[in-house]
């Protein structure tokens, strides 16, 4: 059975930093992609940030580039912003998928809240 379950979220001001885990479970791609992606109050879930686990690489939506760093089953966010307030959602699915889209994604985390006040 497959299981992928956030940590880390919590309540920070703005210029702090938070590290959110994704324990995953059940998972048995050789070629696996995680990703995170965000709901703000009222919005649709975005893009955030990918990692390949083949290829060692990195993605980042524009908006957290610099301040997010994604690897391993972890996202480490520094320099947090109000803006960044959301639920933060971690994913699974293949590395031949760009990483940028829900539908790349097979598994899906219930999600943690992230909320930075100023």
């Known amino acids: 059975q497959v299981q992928l379950v956030e940590s880390g979220g919590g309540m920070v001001q703005a210029g702090d930093s938070l590290r959110l885990s994704c324990a995953v479970s059940g998972v048995t791609f050789s070629n696996l992609r995680m990703g995170w992606f965000r709901q703000a109050p009222g919005k649709a879930r975005e893009f955030v940030a990918t990692?390949?686990w083949s290829a060692r690489s990195t993605s980042y939506a524009d908006s957290v580039k610099g301040r997010f760093t994604a690897g391993g089953y972890d996202l480490q966010m520094d320099s947090l912003k109000v803006d960044d307030t959301a639920v933060y959602y971690c994913?699974?699915?293949?590395?031949?998928?760009?990483?940028?889209?829900?539908?790349?994604?097979?598994?899906w985390g219930q999600g943690t809240q992230v909320t930075v006040s100023s």
């Open positions: 990692f390949s």
């Open positions: 994913a699974a699915g293949r590395s031949y998928n760009s990483g940028h889209y829900e539908l790349d994604y097979d598994y």
